[in-house]
């Protein structure tokens, strides 16, 4: 059998307790809005990676655990923070990458922990513009 015809007989089976990354994959780039990040006729790599590892995590088991920051979480609880992403938290996670003045060794794990951190960054980021703008008074908007 040539290169080419290796895998033409390989049978997939996807069910509902095995969904395909591929299927979850497109379902990521609607729910960030990937299309915004469209340049120059494609999508940065990077952005398209960090939709993978969304993926992929919605598609482990939500009784798992996963590594975030270092120290074990839960799969399901990754999964709900994940459901919350949308592109600003992507570009929020890209620009930070990108900015890193350190050589990462880890990619993945650096993007699935950033990807994790950034809802919680991102909200905080929020409410500290509006009390330094005075828009809200520096006891409200949480923490």
Do not use: W
Not at 14 to 23: G, T, W
Not at 52 to 64: R, W
Request: net charge neutral; glycine share 8%.
């Amino acid at each position: 059998m040539s290169k080419n015809n290796a895998y033409s007989n390989v049978e997939v089976n996807v069910s509902p307790s095995c969904p395909s990354i591929f299927q979850t994959l497109t379902a990521v780039y609607q729910q960030v809005g990937v299309e915004q990040f469209r340049q120059h006729g494609r999508i940065d790599p990077i952005y398209k990676e960090c939709c993978l590892i969304i993926a992929e995590m919605y598609v482990k088991s939500p009784k798992g655990v996963t590594r975030i920051n270092g120290q074990a979480a839960e799969n399901f609880i990754v999964q709900e923070v994940y459901m919350e992403l949308d592109g600003g938290h992507l570009q929020k996670v890209v620009e930070k990458f990108r900015e890193q003045g350190h050589r990462i060794h880890n990619k993945k794990a650096y993007l699935q922990t950033s990807l994790y951190n950034v809802m919680f960054e991102f909200q905080a980021e929020v409410i500290n513009d509006l009390r330094t703008s005075g828009m809200i008074h520096p006891h409200e908007g949480g923490g």
